[in-house]
């Protein structure tokens, strides 16, 4: 499995950017697509899942209200949209797909920066 991620850019406070994960590949194995971000000198962190199949989703606290995750895992496409978006938003922003058997895939990372 490949992802690509691609979306991000410079956006001033308040203002919204979406971002795409494209996957190829074995895209039937795929069990969830998730974004994680990581800021400069934080840890990488886990903000939005959506599952294949039905599709259920969850974020972390710090962006529900703000970001929608949406898409069709198994039509390889998923999206973040981000809105009202804060400084603390900046970081590099990851795709990342579960596979079968504890399989983990990670795309290139795409750079949001929120400044104004």
């Known amino acids: 499995v490949q992802l690509q991620a691609s979306g991000g850019g410079l956006v001033q406070p308040g203002g919204s950017l979406r971002l795409s994960c494209v996957a190829s590949?074995?895209?039937?194995?795929?069990?969830?697509i998730s974004w994680y971000r990581q800021a400069p000198g934080k840890q990488r962190e886990l903000v939005a899942t959506?599952?294949?199949?039905?599709?259920?989703?969850n974020y972390i606290d710090s962006v529900k209200g703000r970001f929608a995750i949406s898409g069709d895992v198994a039509k390889d496409r998923v999206y973040l949209q981000m809105s009202s978006l804060k400084p603390e938003d900046t970081a590099v922003y990851y795709c990342?797909?579960?596979?079968?058997?504890?399989?983990?895939?990670w795309g290139k990372g795409t750079q949001v920066t929120v400044s104004s």
């Open positions: 590949g074995n895209i039937f194995s795929i069990n969830a």
């Open positions: 959506i599952t294949s199949g039905g599709g259920s989703t």
């Open positions: 990342h797909a579960e596979g079968a058997y504890g399989l983990d895939y």
